[in-house]
């Protein structure tokens, strides 16, 4: 697996061997397996895999909401098992769900969580003012919480997650359940939210383009391991080549180009997945045009993080968080808030 180089000094997140095994009704479910991960100070890392994968059940280990059966961690510099109330000091952590149901006025809920932090009267106003202009809530400042729309209520998450000025900001999902444009209207804030304070920010996601966008380093889970660690464009330079599709008139033309040139043939498509496909395009059509084949269409893509998944597992993520979204869209009910930690 391609790891970054670590530099010890300034790690924010080392866990090793970190485990969970849960048992219920004589069920055993391995939900983390021995997870190794180390997050430096200022990085912004996504956790991404599938529904099940063990990326929020990871996340309430490192956050101290549960305790590991095996394997250690220090996070913000305390050890999660020593000093758990140490680690909910210097974390913010944005659970799942939403922030609904409350008829607290936004203000007064920011105001609530500062009182809940220890923060000082002036200090905790001071500091929800500016947390409701940099997260663009000032029109909705003095309105109940449970009026306000979906990416609204995720931003308000957020400046519940960070009123004590944390200097590590767990997200998990936090983009679940919005629309395109509210989740792209979050990613800003939450890229410059880093940008503005240096923040280090690890995130859950089972939205590829959400990992791709945000993140500067990518950690790819799947049934309670991690199986990818690395930047999204090294990820996908290093497991997934580029994919080229070539149109041919009949079948037979595709079944013989892709006898000369590679590929797989379907119908009267081939489909190449190769490394450096783009330079390699113009030389195969002179190719397959030298020995009378006629291409008819072309096309290029860079590989996704989807086609690293599906190099890594054989299956496509994409349709797992299909299965997601139909499941969320069921269930509603289910979404808990849990602002903090603490
Ligand atoms: N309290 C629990 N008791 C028993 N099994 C659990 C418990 N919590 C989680 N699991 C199981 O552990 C596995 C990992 O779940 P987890 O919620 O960590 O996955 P996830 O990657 O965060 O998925 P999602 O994207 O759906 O949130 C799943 O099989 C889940 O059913």
């Not at 956050?63 to 394997?71: D, E, F, I, R, V």
């Not at 909910?88 to 007064?108: A, E, F, K, L, P």
């Not at 380093?217 to 391991?225: E, F, I, S």
Request: charged share 25%.
């Amino acid at each position: 697996m391609p790891r970054q180089t670590v530099d010890m000094t300034n790690q924010m997140i080392t866990a090793r061997g970190l485990t969970m095994t849960f048992r219920s009704k004589g069920q055993v479910v391995e939900a983390v397996r021995s997870v190794d991960l180390s997050v430096q100070e200022g990085e912004l890392v996504a956790f991404l895999g599938p529904n099940g994968a063990g990326k929020s059940t990871t996340l309430r280990m490192l956050t101290t909401l549960l305790a590991p059966t095996s394997g250690e961690a220090v996070v913000a510099g305390c050890d999660i098992r020593r000093d758990p109330a140490g680690v909910r000091r210097r974390i913010g952590y944005v659970g799942q769900g939403t922030s609904g149901g409350h008829t607290q006025r936004v203000r007064d809920e920011l105001h609530a969580q500062g009182a809940f932090y220890g923060l000082g009267r002036r200090e905790t106003r001071a500091r929800a003012d500016e947390l409701i202009e940099s997260l663009e809530l000032g029109q909705v400042a003095n309105r109940a919480v449970q009026s306000l729309s979906g990416g609204q209520k995720r931003r308000l998450d957020i400046a519940l997650g960070l009123i004590h000025r944390p200097e590590l900001l767990f997200l998990d999902e936090p983009s679940t359940g919005l629309d395109p444009h509210s989740r792209a209207n979050l990613w800003e804030h939450i890229v410059e939210l880093r940008r503005a304070t240096g923040t280090t920010i690890f995130l859950t996601t089972h939205y590829l383009d959400e990992a791709d966008q945000l993140a500067e380093r990518v950690m790819v889970m799947d049934h309670g391991a991690v199986i990818a660690d690395d930047t999204a464009n090294a990820l996908k330079e290093s497991l997934a080549g580029d994919r080229v599709t070539l149109s041919f008139t009949t079948a037979t033309d595709a079944a013989t180009a892709a006898a000369r040139i590679g590929g797989a043939p379907d119908g009267t498509v081939v489909t190449i997945t190769a490394r450096g496909g783009d330079r390699a395009l113009p030389r195969w059509i002179r190719e397959l045009d030298d020995a009378g084949i006629e291409v008819v269409a072309a096309t290029h893509r860079q590989p996704t993080l989807d086609d690293v998944f599906l190099a890594l597992t054989g299956r496509s993520l994409r349709e797992d968080g299909a299965h997601a979204e139909a499941s969320e869209t069921e269930s509603p009910a289910d979404a808990s808030s849990q602002h903090a930690a603490a």
